[in-house]
């Protein structure tokens, strides 16, 4: 079947009340112009609305990505900043928005930032830049951005995106640890604010320095050391807790 018919059928459900993903003019027009296929092999799955896994890593499902570029709001000529790039997907559909030149993209994996660069420049985006970068750190040699999205969960705004935002920016990323919302935070203080929240989410956890999505099993690391251990004791009972002295207390 013709690729584009495929589109026009994907958007058409993601406008469709059931959904209800798509609500603006701007990002139906996007999403029924970029070649999903170009970043996926199975051409009829690319427009199937679920998500794969590739290199250790979540494509997002189309509603999943079209609910993140609503909220970022985005207008052409609006400097972008994508934060987990994974396959390019994402960052085609703002580069369709803002302008592919506009849009800056990041991720923590090598594997993926290529692919990521031979895909978007495959859909006809490649002046996208793709960089291997730690997400939380942004990419700050071209900041201020107008809008940053993230694609991955955190427990809080990092705050070296949060100071990449242009004053009256934008950040849009999944926030919460087992209980998720998609949130939209603004520059107002050092750990930005939280202006709105639309509605949960589920999102892998942001990756740093030392972890790996590639390997079976994440790296651990020192902080998840940490968070597990104390997870661990707050589940125990009272007769657990080594520091209890039992022969005192009676």
Not at 48 to 62: K, Q, W
Not at 98 to 107: Q, Y
Not at 140 to 168: G, K, M, S
Not at 233 to 239: H, I, N, P, Q
Request: with cysteine; charged share 30%; hydrophobic share 40%.
């Amino acid at each position: 079947m013709d690729p584009a018919v495929l589109r026009d059928d994907m958007v058409d459900s993601l406008e469709h009340e059931a959904k209800r993903c798509v609500r603006s003019e701007a990002v139906s027009v996007a999403m029924r112009e970029v070649p999903r296929e170009a970043f996926l092999d199975d051409e009829r799955a690319a427009y199937a609305d679920r998500s794969f896994e590739r290199h250790g890593t979540r494509v997002l499902a189309p509603s999943t990505a079209a609910r993140l570029v609503e909220a970022l709001a985005l207008e052409s000529g609006d400097e972008v900043l994508v934060v987990g790039a994974g396959v390019g997907y994402t960052a085609a559909v703002c580069a369709e928005l803002a302008g592919a030149r506009h849009v800056h993209a990041v991720d923590i994996d090598r594997r993926l930032v290529y692919e990521a660069r031979s895909n978007l420049a495959d859909a006809g985006y490649g002046e996208v830049l793709v960089d291997c970068r730690d997400g939380a750190d942004g990419l700050p040699e071209y900041a201020p951005y107008d809008r940053v999205l993230v694609e991955a969960a955190a427990i809080e705004p990092p705050r070296r995106l949060v100071r990449q935002l242009a004053a009256d920016g934008r950040l849009v990323l999944p926030l919460g640890g087992g209980e998720q919302t998609l949130s939209v935070v603004t520059p107002d203080g050092p750990g930005g604010e939280v202006v709105e929240r639309l509605g949960t989410t589920a999102f892998a956890p942001m990756l740093v320095e030392g972890e790996q999505a590639t390997t079976v099993e994440r790296n651990r690391t020192v902080r998840e050391d940490r968070e597990h251990a104390q997870r661990a004791a707050e589940r125990r009972k009272g007769w657990e807790q080594e520091w209890i002295d039992w022969d005192r207390e009676l």
